[in-house]
């Protein structure tokens, strides 16, 4: 019976997996099909693979300019956000400053706002600066949005490393950078990954700020479907399942290598001891 039970309960969860899966390999199959192949009812589940999709892909020059792009200014954002974060959950976690609560609920806050909600003051000071269409204030400006919801998560792993770490280093005579990156950070190892991951599909996903104040130089992955969707008067198939199935690689790469720490970053949930 116990051996039955657990039998179905695999089923379904297998069950359950393959039913959100089923449009990443669907759009994953596509991508090896003609138009009409795509378009076929009912849907050809035995078919010739081609790779003419992504031959047309990448025979565009830009597209190699818009994946760098994606790759540049999601990494280097969310890089620049973490360490900011981590910093700056330290300072909130152990010296909490005054109004700790109300600053918390500020950041925070901050992150509840939509896009187009805060895009148009935004557009006018990148342009009145002359910030618009560069690589590095649009990277700031993403690990700015991103700092946030780093903060919130490091500091709940922070407040769960116990002071005595603190004291029994600057007993022993080390100092506060030896204590925050040498005993404090390794502690925290997940809730930084689980930050970092979080924060990278945010800004690998973001398109509208990339169309607003960016520019011709710092066009991403998403810009590139948003002008490629259609051709000839309707949408392009093959150019958005090659497309989509190249988007897809970085998360799912960085999510499979890091999935330990996700799950444990997703819980909150850390394991500590005592000095």
Known sequence: MTRLRATLYYGILWLISLCFFAPIGWIVLSSFKTQNEILAMPPKLLFSPTFDNYRALFANDGIFKQIANSVFLSLGAVIVAVVVSFLAAFCFSRFKPRGTDFLMFLLLSIRMLPGPAVILPVFLMYVAFGWKDSHLWLLLFYAMFSIPFSVWILKGFLDGVST????????????????????????????????????????????????????????????????????????????????????????????????????????????????
């Not at 309707?234 to 958005?240: A, D, E, M, Q």
């Open 164 to 275: 005595r770490y603190d004291e029994t280093g600057l007993v022993n005579g080390g100092s506060w950078m030896h204590i925050i990156f040498k005993v404090v950070l390794p502690q925290v190892r997940p809730g930084l990954i689980a930050a970092f991951i979080f924060n990278l599909i945010f800004v690998w996903n973001e398109y509208l700020f990339n169309f607003i104040i960016g520019g011709v130089n710092t066009q991403n992955i998403p810009y590139a479907l948003m002008v490629g969707t259609y051709s000839d008067g309707g949408l392009n198939w093959t150019f958005i399942s090659a497309m989509t199935s190249i988007y897809m690689v970085l998360p799912i790469v960085f999510i499979f290598i890091f999935q330990k720490y996700l799950l444990v970053g997703m819980t909150f949930g850390t394991v500590r001891g005592e000095v």
